[in-house]
């Protein structure tokens, strides 16, 4: 489930981002809990984060989560991804609905779906 919360993270970065950033694999992490390590490529570099296997939703809030700290720390404060009219960026959230998506942290206002793709 992991491979496919990654994949769901890049689709979505690619249509609000203009970096590139895609996903390029995932492994397990070597513990027993169930943690695998998600890899990204970001304009050439290797960026990893921690998600857990099962539930795709949970494992694509955190995989987007832990990626946006990891590209807006890559990109020197720049906001990844940018919340459109703001200078912050956007985090991913769970809707009303429960779809994860990126949305605005000040007003929660939703700007692309993650999952379900």
């Not at 919360?5 to 390029?24: E, K, P, Q, T, Y």
């Given at each position: 489930?992991?491979?496919?919360?990654?994949?769901?993270?890049?689709?979505?970065?690619?249509?609000?981002?203009?970096?590139?950033?895609?996903?390029?694999?995932a492994?397990?992490?070597g513990?027993?809990?169930?943690?695998?390590?998600?890899?990204?490529?970001?304009?050439?570099?290797?960026?990893?984060?921690?998600?857990?296997?099962?539930?795709?939703?949970s494992?694509?809030?955190?995989?987007?989560?832990?990626?946006?700290?990891?590209?807006?720390?890559?990109?020197?404060?720049?906001?990844?991804?940018?919340?459109?009219?703001?200078a912050?960026?956007?985090?991913?959230?769970?809707?009303?609905?429960?779809?994860?998506?990126?949305?605005?942290?000040?007003?929660?206002?939703?700007v692309?779906q993650?999952?379900?793709?």
């Open positions: 489930m992991v491979v496919k919360a990654a994949d769901a993270v890049d689709a979505s970065l690619a249509r609000v981002v203009a970096h590139s950033i895609r996903f390029s694999g492994r397990s992490s513990d027993p809990d169930g943690q695998y390590l998600a890899s990204f490529d970001a304009e050439g570099q290797q960026v990893d984060v921690y998600a857990m296997d099962g539930d795709p939703a494992a694509a809030l955190a995989i987007a989560s832990a990626l946006a700290d990891e590209l807006s720390e890559l990109f020197w404060g720049e906001a990844i991804p940018p919340c459109p009219g703001h912050h960026p956007m985090t991913p959230q769970v809707s009303g609905a429960g779809a994860v998506v990126w949305a605005c942290p000040v007003d929660g206002r939703p692309d993650i999952w379900p793709v």
